[in-house]
């Protein structure tokens, strides 16, 4: 039998070793280079040797901490290809591998985790674009939960507690919304392809369109009012139109609580909120149908026969056969539900800019004002801290529910 | 062996080459510049300039950005070309940004792209002036005999940070009364004068709300529209030196008190109320008879509402005096211009009052130099204009965090016109947090 390794593999496999260290390393420190924070404007960025003069000057620090992680990270990768090495099937198939992957690694690695490294640096620190970022530790995550001694700072907290009810109303209402629809469309009706079109419709449509048709549906004047006017004035009752975006009044309050606007923790969603939710369900849910549409196509009609053999009724094959078997699906949709959700930005941008009182407003819309610097200076600091918590939060989240939903998952 | 040497080898030259692309890339648009810039050196005729305001850099391109819609365009290209009358040899390239111009801006001038003369507001004002990316224009303006006095008083004030001027007032507009005179006759009654108190305008309000045709005043819990109302009861949003806010004082609070007895009694209407999305809108449907707005009326009417016959009277005075709100935009260099002198002239020639004098003619703005206001043709523009130049009118600016303190008020408003607060819970509401917001945090 012929060994696998080679006569004089050992010097190669060392070179190797080396090479690989060099190369990670480097490209890791060219990642990190080019997404140094420094200060920005057109005196540093007129050409390549200005930049380079104040990423010497200023960045140095990033550049050790990224280069610490670069050390590591080309030693893991040398140890890899060194104990590959000498084995000729794994080799060829490693080389392969990271050849196709590199254009896409390398990418990714310049435009999206060096962005990273640079907003968890500049997390840190007091940072307008235009001046030197300034070193102030944990300042930045601190502001954010400032609102719990401090009143006049509650916009990162309210902006947790709308997005919190956010998801807490419109994820499971879209995951059931999204089922009821798959189900329906699965069932053999006339037109089916039809409806399946029809129904898909809101999710292909630009959210932009679908936001500013709800924006008019929504006035005061608008064809909601009128509809609900109509429908109550021959049951005599009389009907206040509502002005649905802005209003923020809480759901709590609809129920004739007297809550003081410094309790705004205690009303609840807005109406203007929940008029957003119902919009976010109407677009979303066609999505996930078509998700759980090709999860029910999965699901073998044997089954059915045999529970109707049994003699189950359609609500028993519903509840023990089909749900249990989309569960996989479910999962994936609530995640992915949980996470849209938590990011809600452009219906907040859109239609009400976080308004009536900040009833509308989210994360993402807060990040955003604060990063391009709408109202006051520009906050790049505050606003890329407020983006690692909330990624935290999602993590955390996204974590626990495949705990909770992926037990008893099972593949058939 | 070999082979494998090679497959390594190739992987880094496909990095290498992806760096020396980038590299490779701006090297390119560097020459890109040089070669226009000498097609534009020979294309110089060469003439005498003694017309331009400043002595400009041979065969200067300068690139030029503001917002604005295809009319406002036509404005700026109007002046683009009585510019290149006067200074021959600069070449401007305007590149107008419709949508989200700060940000783009702002993004642009991170990256050092940004344009060398653009339209400067105060959330560019706040985001570029201390960090150095404006030019001082106080040298160039003394060189072109240029003065601050020139321009209308309180326009100066967005522009100026630590006694320099980094951009001049291109425009401008205030508040009027504006109103629908079919709605006073209805209401037999007569129609708004000059020296029309509050009083008055609520007066007559009660009286047209009561008729039942017209709504009577329209105004949303919106900072701009109380600000009239603030400044002629001697009330202001923040001190002088942007430090703290004067939220709740007995000014503020006097007129909060009036305009939300006004709503309460029925006499004021916000739009939503009217199902209108803004005041302008309402007087344009013919719902209400009066609201407060500015010159941007004169078009949206024209626009949109060219039957509608409305008026405009000076707006009405307080307890304390007459007084307006006044908003205005500017024109700006970058810093890191490579033209610094052409790029000056054109701001100076732009916001000059023989361009301006041009650009009032056509009705699109007003002019920003104080005796320029005669050229207003429109009868309602001139009504409107005449607010700005009260000696007590105010542009309600207060410092790099003026959208703040500015949304407090608006959002104390809107608390009390809920019945969630009393004036004076909202208004020590609204001062803490603007107080807060001042202090930067």
Redesign the interface.
């Known amino acids: 039998m012929r060994s696998k390794t080679?006569p004089?593999g050992k010097s190669?496999r060392i070179i190797?070793g080396v090479?690989t260290f060099a190369?990670v390393t480097a490209?890791v420190m060219?990642v990190a280079i080019f997404n140094a924070p420094t200060?920005?404007?057109?005196?540093?960025?007129?050409?390549?040797a200005t930049y380079l003069a104040e990423v010497k000057r200023t960045a140095v620090p990033f550049l050790v901490a990224v280069g610490i992680g670069a050390v590591a990270i080309g030693i893991m990768a040398a140890l890899n290809v060194y104990r590959v090495w000498l084995n000729r099937r794994k080799?060829k198939t490693m080389?392969a591998a990271?050849?196709f992957l590199?254009?896409y690694i390398?990418v990714t690695a310049l435009f999206t985790v060096g962005v990273i490294l640079f907003a968890l640096y500049i997390s840190f620190n007091k940072y307008?674009?235009?001046?030197e970022p300034v070193w102030i530790g944990l300042d930045n995550y601190k502001?954010a939960f400032?609102g719990f001694v401090?009143?006049?700072?509650k916009d990162f907290l309210q902006a947790l507690y709308n997005v919190g009810w956010y998801t807490l109303i419109v994820v499971p209402l879209q995951t059931a919304l999204a089922i009821a629809l798959a189900v329906l469309l699965n069932s053999r009706i006339r037109m089916r392809n039809f409806f399946r079109t029809i129904f898909y419709a809101p999710s292909v449509t630009s959210s932009v369109v679908i936001t500013l048709i709800f924006v008019w549906l929504y006035?005061?004047?608008?064809f909601l009012n009128g509809f609900i006017a109509r429908v109550l004035a021959p049951l005599g009752v009389e009907y206040a139109p509502i002005?649905w975006l802005?209003d923020?009044?809480g759901l709590f309050q609809l129920f004739g609580f007297e809550i003081?606007?410094a309790q705004w923790y205690l009303r609840g969603p807005s109406i203007a909120w929940m008029a957003i939710m119902f919009q976010n369900i109407f677009t979303t849910a066609p999505t996930f149908m078509i998700m759980f549409l090709a999860g029910l196509q999965d699901i073998n009609p044997v089954l059915y026969e045999a529970a109707a053999i049994d003699g189950a009724s359609s609500w028993q094959q519903f509840t023990k056969i089909t749900l249990p078997l989309l569960k996989p699906i479910i999962l994936l949709v609530v995640v992915l539900g949980t996470i849209g959700t938590l990011q809600v930005f452009d219906q907040v941008y859109l239609a009400t800019q976080g308004g009536?009182?900040?009833t509308s407003l989210t994360p993402v819309y807060l990040i955003f004002r604060e990063a391009?610097?709408?109202?006051?200076?520009?906050n790049m600091g505050y606003a890329s801290a407020l983006a690692f918590i909330l990624a935290l939060i999602i993590f955390i989240l996204t974590l626990i529910q495949r705990r909770v939903l992926e037990k008893g998952t099972e593949q058939y | 062996?070999k082979s494998?040497m090679l497959?390594?080898l190739?992987?880094?030259v496909?990095?290498a080459m992806?760096?020396t692309a980038c590299?490779a890339g701006?090297a390119s648009t560097?020459t890109g510049n040089e070669s226009t810039a000498e097609t534009v050196m020979e294309a110089d005729t060469g003439t005498v300039e003694d017309t331009c305001p400043l002595p400009v850099e041979e065969g200067a391109t300068i690139v030029f950005s503001g917002w604005g819609d295809d009319s406002e365009q036509q404005i700026y290209k109007d002046s683009i070309e009585r510019f290149k009358e006067v200074c021959p040899s600069v070449t401007v390239d305007y590149q107008p940004i419709p949508d989200n111009f700060?940000?783009k801006l702002?993004a642009q001038?991170?990256?050092?792209?940004?344009p060398d003369v653009f339209y400067v507001d105060d959330?560019l004002m706040?985001?570029?002036a201390s960090?150095?990316?404006l030019m001082a224009l106080d040298d160039v303006m003394a060189e072109a005999g240029v003065s601050r006095d020139d321009f209308i008083p309180s326009l100066l004030t967005i522009f100026t940070l630590d006694g320099k001027t980094y951009a001049l007032p291109k425009d401008w507009s205030t508040l009027g009364l504006v109103y629908i005179p079919e709605a006073f006759a209805d209401a037999g009654i007569a129609e708004p004068t000059s020296d029309w108190t509050w009083d008055d305008m609520r007066e007559a309000a009660n009286i047209i709300a009561e008729k039942g045709n017209y709504a009577g005043y329209c105004m949303g819990s919106d900072w701009a529209r109380f600000a009239p109302f603030a400044f002629s009861n001697g009330g202001r949003y923040a001190s002088d030196d942007y430090t703290t806010a004067t939220l709740d004082t007995t000014a503020i609070k006097e007129m909060a008190i009036f305009v939300t007895e006004m709503f309460n009694e029925g006499s004021l209407v916000r739009p939503?109320?009217?199902?209108a999305?803004w005041c302008g809108e309402a007087i344009g449907k013919e719902l209400v008879a009066m609201t407060l707005e500015g010159g941007w009326m004169v078009n949206s009417m024209n626009l949109d509402y060219p039957d509608v016959v409305w008026k405009t009277a000076l707006v009405p005075s307080g307890p304390v005096t007459r007084a307006d709100v006044i908003f205005t935009n500017g024109i700006g260099v970058?810093?890191?211009t490579q033209y610094p002198m052409a790029a000056a002239a054109f701001a100076i020639y732009v916001t000059g009052s023989e361009n301006q004098g041009e650009i009032v003619k056509t009705g699109f703005a007003y002019s920003t130099h104080p005796e320029q206001i005669d050229l207003i043709g429109n009868v309602n523009d001139k009504a409107i204009a005449e607010g700005g130049l009260l000696p007590d009118t105010l542009v309600a600016y207060w410092g790099?965090?003026?959208?703040?303190v500015n949304?407090a008020v608006s959002?104390a408003l809107?608390?009390i016109w809920?019945g969630?607060?009393t004036v004076d819970e909202a208004f020590a509401?609204a001062q803490?947090?603007a107080?807060?917001?001042l202090s930067g945090?």
């Open positions: 080679e004089h190669g190797a090479l190369a490209l060219i200060k920005g404007g057109p005196k540093v960025m007129a050409s390549m080799r080389l990271y050849s590199a254009p390398i307008d674009i235009f001046t502001k400032m401090d009143a006049t700072q006035l005061k004047g608008g002005n802005g923020p009044r003081k606007s009536p009182l900040g391009m610097g709408s109202q006051g200076p520009i | 062996m494998k497959v390594i190739s992987c880094l496909v990095s992806f760096l590299g701006a560097e700060q940000d702002k001038m991170a990256g050092g792209t940004a959330q706040t985001a570029f960090s150095g990316q939503a109320d009217i199902s999305s970058n810093a890191a790099p965090y003026t959208s703040k949304d959002k809107e608390r809920l969630d607060q509401q803490a947090e107080v807060t917001a945090q």
